[in-house]
């Protein structure tokens, strides 16, 4: 609508996105994900994932046992 002629005009359709958050958690997501991969290379090993998966068993078995 016109606001000087009162009459209907089309408007041009803008998308604006005032909350960043949806798009931002997926970013956070992955980041948190390299990070946890991150620990599990540090604490276990970064040879093999055969050697890790061993490493891990055996820390699980002894966390079992405490």
Do not use: H, W
């Not at 005009?9 to 994900?33: H, L, T």
């Not at 620990?39 to 055969?50: I, P, R």
């Amino acid at each position: 609508m016109n606001l000087q002629t009162k009459q209907p005009e089309s408007a041009e359709y803008e998308r604006s996105d005032v909350c960043a958050v949806p798009a931002a958690s997926v970013i956070v997501e992955n980041v948190v994900a390299f990070e946890v991969a991150r620990a599990l290379v540090e604490k276990f090993g970064n040879d093999s994932l055969a050697e890790m998966k061993a490493r891990y068993d055996l820390f699980m078995k002894m966390a079992r046992e405490r």
